[in-house]
């Protein structure tokens, strides 16, 4: 029998920003000991930190939240069908503000 491949988990410094993402709601996350270049947009579900969510909520109440609309485009894998394995993040590209995924599949 083989080794089980072991996850890593990553501790959460802070709730920075959220967005809608299609139909998903996504957290901006600053990660302890990393900078904010390496700060990821999460869906709620890969989080474990309703504290800092909570907080950010109680803070941000009111506020318009962000809508994205996913583009599916020739040569994203999407056009080919593929369905994603695990989604480790998601952007939106500087030069034209698309919504860049990053998958396995």
Request: charged share 35%; with cysteine.
């Amino acid at each position: 029998m083989g080794k089980k491949k072991r996850e890593e988990v990553y501790d959460v410094e802070a709730i920075v920003s959220k967005r809608i993402n299609g139909d998903i709601v996504e957290y901006q996350v600053k990660w302890f000991n990393y900078t904010e270049d390496h700060n990821t947009w999460e869906p709620i579900d890969h989080l474990n930190c309703k504290d800092l969510i909570d907080q950010y909520e109680q803070q941000h109440k009111g506020e318009e939240v962000e809508r994205m609309d996913l583009v599916i485009e020739p040569g994203n894998g999407f056009d080919k069908n593929w369905h994603p394995i695990k989604v480790f993040g998601a952007t939106k590209r500087q030069s034209d503000g698309k919504l860049m995924i990053v998958f396995i599949n």
